[in-house]
């Protein structure tokens, strides 16, 4: 890829314009997000700190839950006073929701310039360009910039986390899900390509990888790749999310458990503790398999965190289904849990159903759920006061352990990337605090 500053864009009127990208979505947005930046900045941009220093704002938006999009929307709404003060700024608006809302976002809020979904996002730069240009963007051939184009562009940016997506899309179709709409059926990396890119992320200083996936530990090398990127000089982590629950085998707890630079971390959604409401949500796996997986990775590796996703008030949902989400949570004590009430998405399959668990029970069972979550959370981090625990510092005093949990402490600050050791001296819900030692 040409690094040299190859912009021209004549009513931007600057040598090296700004961009701002903000993400609303998951880690996958966040890692499309970054790579789009280092695109923009191989084109001679620079990054802007704030919305108003910009000359390109990028809005990366999710889809998952109508909450989600709503609060997009209101965001992309009030970018209308920018515009309205320099109309030379480019408002585009990238991801799931651009690929999902494409014409509602065109007609009803005119102020944004462009609106690309997440299969055509990386060539947004290009986009721009021509339209300053005004080449009208179908007239040239459309210049295909993909993931694999990054090992190239990325050594200009100094961060100690990568994130590397293995994966594409989704194919499971889960009845709720607006994935694999807007993302699109699921397609795997080649291995050789995440190994390169992980290599040069490695070489950068980088020595944390996340292995990014719908479903992770679907892609056909997925345990190759996770031995392979730990044996990677210079990577002390790696983690992998998300793992669908019905692909988690006894094999994959053990390489975990034997393989120091893989984190003691599994993210394993299991959304209900009902195999009636698993069955309706085309969850291929049974509470008694996420159980004895579950109580594997306990026995194996005590020390391991576990998380999880929850829906509360899936159509059909009943009391006693809901009962046996508290038991799982009351089981497996999750370390970490992502609750979500049920929302409607268009396109689904769940959506030609009833939304017939009325709000005011999803509200009250998301409550409950939470509150057993947060138990069991400050359970687990409870386990950790007194000890002495290795963290990769985020920058200043704070960072994660190789669990993932968040820790602060007094002390000297740590820059980016640091390994700082810490005594546990409380623990809360979702943090833990302490002492640097
Ligand atoms: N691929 C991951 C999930 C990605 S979406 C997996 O299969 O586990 C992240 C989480 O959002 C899901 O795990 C689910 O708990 C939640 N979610 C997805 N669609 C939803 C919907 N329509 N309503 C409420 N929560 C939803
Ligand atoms: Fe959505 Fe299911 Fe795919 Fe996860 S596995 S992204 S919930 S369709
Ligand atoms: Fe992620 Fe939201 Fe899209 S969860 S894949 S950004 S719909």
């Keep these: 890829m040409n690094k040299s500053n190859d912009v021209s864009l004549s009513s931007l009127r600057t040598r090296h314009p700004k961009v ?33 220093d910009a000359d390109v704002v990028v809005f990366n938006t999710c889809s998952v839950r109508e909450h989600a999009e709503n609060k997009a929307l209101s965001n992309i709404g009030s970018l209308k006073v920018l515009k309205d003060k320099n109309p030379a700024v480019r408002i585009c608006v990238v991801g799931c929701m651009a690929q999902r809302m494409q014409k509602e976002i065109r007609t009803s809020l005119p102020h944004v310039d462009f609106v690309v979904g997440p299969s055509k996002m990386f060539e947004l730069p290009i986009l721009i360009e021509r339209n300053e240009k005004g080449i009208h963007p179908d007239t040239e051939e459309t210049v295909k910039v993909f993931y694999e184009y990054l090992p190239d562009i990325i050594d200009n940016k100094r961060e100690y986390s990568g994130y590397v997506p293995i994966m594409k899309g989704c194919g499971n179709f889960c009845s709720y899900c607006i994935v694999p709409y807007v993302r699109g059926r699921e397609q795997y990396r080649p291995k ?31 345990k190759s790749i996770l031995r392979e990127t730990a044996a990677i000089k210079g990577i002390k982590r790696v983690r992998f999310v998300t793992s669908y629950p019905g692909k988690v085998d006894r094999e994959l707890v053990d390489i975990v458990r034997d393989t120091p630079a893989l984190c003691n971390y599994f993210h394993i959604p299991v959304q209900s503790g009902s195999d009636d409401v698993l069955k309706r949500m085309n969850r291929d796996y049974t509470t008694d398999y996420f159980m004895d997986i579950a109580m594997y990775i306990r026995k194996q590796i005590p020390a391991a965190a576990i998380s999880s996703d929850f829906i509360a008030g899936f159509p059909g949902e009943t ?14 004590r999750f370390d970490q849990s992502f609750t979500f009430k049920y929302s409607p998405r268009p396109m689904t399959r769940a959506y ?38 290795e963290i990769l510092s985020e920058g200043g005093n704070s960072g994660r352990t190789g669990e993932y949990k968040i820790v602060f402490w007094e002390g000297d600050p740590a820059e980016p990337g640091a390994e700082v050791e810490v005594d546990i001296k409380k623990a809360l819900p979702h943090s833990l605090t302490g002492r640097r030692a």
Aim: with cysteine.
């Design 352 to 389: 030609e159903w009833e939304d017939d668990v009325p709000l005011e029970v999803k509200k009250e069972r998301l409550a409950r759920l939470n509150e057993a979550c947060s138990d069991a959370a400050q359970e687990r981090n409870a386990l950790l006061v007194g000890k002495k625990v």
């Design 20 to 52: 701002y990208i903000k993400t609303f979505g998951c880690q996958m947005n966040k890692a499309d997000s970054r790579r789009l930046e280092e695109i923009f900045i191989s084109k001679g941009y620079k990054t802007a700190d704030m919305v108003w």
């Design 319 to 332: 009391d006693r289904d809901f009962e046996k989400t508290l038991d799982i949570v009351k089981k497996v």
């Design 192 to 222: 050789e390509e995440v190994l390169a890119e992980c290599a040069v992320l490695a070489k950068t200083g980088i020595n944390e990888i996340m292995l990014l996936g719908q479903t992770v530990n679907s892609h056909p090398d997925f």
